[in-house]
């Protein structure tokens, strides 16, 4: 077998560290500090999925009227006021859930775990779709510019932006956010000249409009009376569900904020709630006001730029720029998916519903698990829908919905229990009583509507990934009962102490064992050292790394008790092989990557033994599935061949367990 040579290899780490970027220090007293986000940041890179949708969401809900166009000044102030709903009752969950998580924790703890992995499965292909429609959305205004010849290209260019959104969020969520973050602000000035413009220079025509709307509601009034406007007012209010699909982002993703995060949150909060109202409730008026009409192989919000600009100096380049500023804008919505995907996927992963790799932290501290399979998936389903943005909303909208209501039920909840402690509870229920109103509103309106035009496949996905998380729960819990076996079993042996430890012997044989927690499973190995090898080894040097995934990466006092844990375990261990007879100390290294770190305390362990053997245990199942490699990191044999390539003898104990 062809293995590269130092040079090779020294050049390839090259190339994946210049396109990647360097590994972050972990005991840097700043680093949390340096990666965290300030409010504006946080609205760059979780507000513009909100903010972005101002390009979709108005839009679906304005040709859903289809003639009945008087109804957009009504829809525009309803979604307002909407939007401002929904985003104060996150504002709730932030407050009072402040590690981050929305839905799927307040889901988990409030309404069971049930509850949660529903919740949680909706998020997870929520987030997928948020990528892909954000990219498709993208697309499809960058292309409203050029010749529909070319239209052909579409698919492949939004395929190609999502590997580089993969790349650029490998590298690290402030570096991706800080990049994109001037063309946050030319879609902001562009786009708030654009509006300001069908405003102000069309006020001639507010009370036409107005006589309009009168003359129009009268005669729909006679022909399909009130009932039937307000079927046809809901369905494209439903329908234009699209707009409030990234108000929970924030509350997701408050774990990448400065502290005080809670304070950060609902500042960012209110930056993209105050901005997305005014957008999309403008855009409506302004759809009205001008009496916009579709155009072939454009946007309505082309259109109307063109439209508007048309008579301006440069009016057509400064159309260009405002719709590629919003195109580009829906390229930094689609940070999102990549910045509050991975981060519901490592939650659910502690929770053991996905696998525990799906923690892991990258040596840029990022979830590179989760980061690869979001982009994937996106690119997977833009390639099914064709890049459809008609059917990606819909399929958005449906998930999107059933997370807010659970949201929204479940904060429900949490107020009715604290009605005795908290005088203000009635206040804070109402809100979440009204959201979730109008959430299952939506959620029921789109299901109906468009179950046969997408709605059934969003429904299948999210059920299929429901399935697997149960059969992935179901494993880890038969895994876990076994090792709860072994540590009642072997915790509490009586061991007899063979008086005084020896001292170290840097000549005699040395067993370097690689334990984890101390537990039942690293007893195992090390009995099963001496019964292998009985009077072998007259060392023993324990090796632990102290691995920081999403879970223990939530601050420095966090790192720290996690490295100080530890050093107990090891502690622990040393004190069993005293007992034992057997001379013994420890190595341990902070790190994210386990097999990386524990090669190299390997390798300086066995420079300081040169009669050294390595050893590890590794889970065997009796009958080996395909899918045991994916949910168990199986370690253990990476170790191993790092380790006897580099020259070194490395025994794998096998430890069995009923699964």
Not at 289 to 298: T, W, Y
Not at 301 to 319: C, Q, R, T
Not at 451 to 469: D, N, P
Not at 553 to 580: D, N, P, Q, T, W
Request: contains cysteine; proline residues 3%.
């Amino acid at each position: 077998m062809y293995e590269p040579s130092e040079n090779s290899d020294s050049l390839f780490s090259k190339m994946i560290r210049a396109l990647f970027g360097a590994p972050k220090y972990l005991k840097d007293p700043q680093l949390f500090h340096k990666m965290a986000l300030i409010p504006v940041l946080a609205w760059v890179g979780l507000g513009a999925d909100g903010l972005s949708s101002s390009a979709y969401g108005p839009e679906e809900a304005f040709r859903a009227l289809g003639e009945h166009t008087y109804l957009a000044v009504f829809l525009g102030l309803t979604t307002g006021l909407t939007v401002f709903i929904i985003s104060y009752a996150y504002s709730r969950i932030i407050e009072h859930f402040p590690h981050g998580g929305g839905g799927y924790i307040v889901a988990t703890h409030m309404l069971g775990e049930k509850a949660g992995v529903v919740s949680g499965a909706a998020l997870l292909v929520d987030y997928v779709l948020t990528i892909t429609v954000s990219i498709a959305s993208c697309v499809d205004a960058l292309f409203s510019y050029v010749p529909q010849s070319l239209h052909y290209y579409k698919v492949p260019v939004a395929c190609l932006l999502a590997v580089i959104l993969i790349i650029l969020n490998i590298r690290g969520v402030k570096e991706s956010i800080a990049i994109m973050a001037p063309i946050f602000m030319i879609f902001v000035l562009t786009h708030l000249l654009l509006l300001l413009d069908g405003v102000f220079i069309h006020t001639d025509r507010i009370v036409p409009l107005a006589g309009t709307i009168h003359t129009q509601f009268g005669h729909d009034l006679g022909s399909i009376g009130f009932i039937g406007i307000l079927l046809l007012f809901l369905r494209a209010y439903s329908l234009g569900g699209g707009t409030y699909t990234g108000i929970e982002a924030v509350s997701n993703g408050l774990q990448i904020m400065r502290e005080p995060r809670v304070q950060t949150g609902k500042r960012t909060m209110i930056y993209m709630a105050t901005s997305l109202a005014f957008t999309a409730g403008v855009l409506f008026l302004c759809y009205a006001l001008v009496g916009i009409k579709p155009v072939e192989g454009k946007t309505l919000n082309a259109v109307l730029a063109d439209g508007l600009f048309a008579h301006w100096p440069m009016g057509g380049w400064l159309a260009f720029i405002t719709i590629f500023s919003e195109g580009a804008l829906l390229l930094v919505a689609a940070q999102t998916g990549f910045v509050d995907g991975p981060r519901v996927m490592a939650n659910m992963a502690v929770d053991s519903w996905l696998p525990h790799r799906f923690a892991a932290l990258s040596v840029r501290l990022t979830m590179r698990n989760g980061i690869m399979l979001m982009g994937v998936s996106s690119i997977l389903l833009m390639l099914y829908t064709h890049g459809s943005v008609a059917a990606l909303v819909v399929m958005y909208s449906i998930n999107v919905f059933v997370t807010f209501s659970l949201s929204q039920l479940g904060m429900s909840k949490f107020f009715i229990e604290r009605r005795a402690s908290d005088p203000q509870w009635f206040r804070h229920l109402l809100v979440h009583l009204v959201g979730l109103a109008l959430c299952v509103t939506i959620l029921i309106i789109t299901t109906i509507e468009k179950f046969a035009e997408g709605g059934w496949l969003t429904l299948v996905i999210t059920s299929v990934v429901i399935v697997l998380c149960y059969q992935i729960k179901g494993h880890y819990v038969r895994v876990r009962q076994g090792m709860r076996d072994l540590d009642e079993t072997l915790l509490d042996v009586p061991v007899a102490s063979h008086g005084e430890p020896p001292a170290m012997d840097r000549n005699a044989p040395t067993a370097i064992q690689l334990v984890s927690g101390y537990s039942g499973f690293g007893l195992h190995t090390l009995f099963s050292i001496m019964s292998t090898f009985p009077r072998t080894y007259k060392n023993i040097v324990f090796v632990s790394v102290a691995m920081i995934d999403s879970g223990s990466f939530k601050g420095a006092e966090e790192i720290e008790a996690l490295e100080a844990s530890v050093i107990v375990s090891l502690e622990k261990y040393v004190a069993m092989a005293h007992r034992l007879g057997f001379a013994a100390e420890y190595r341990t290294a902070l790190a994210t990557d386990v097999v990386e770190s524990a090669v190299e305390l390997c390798k300086q362990a066995a420079e300081e033994f040169p009669r050294a053997t390595v050893f590890t245990g590794q889970i065997t199942f009796k009958l080996e599935k395909f899918y045991h490699r994916l949910l168990h990191n199986e370690t253990a044999f990476a170790i191993q061949r790092r380790l006897q390539w580099d020259g070194l003898t490395t025994v794998i104990m096998p430890i069995r367990v009923r699964a």
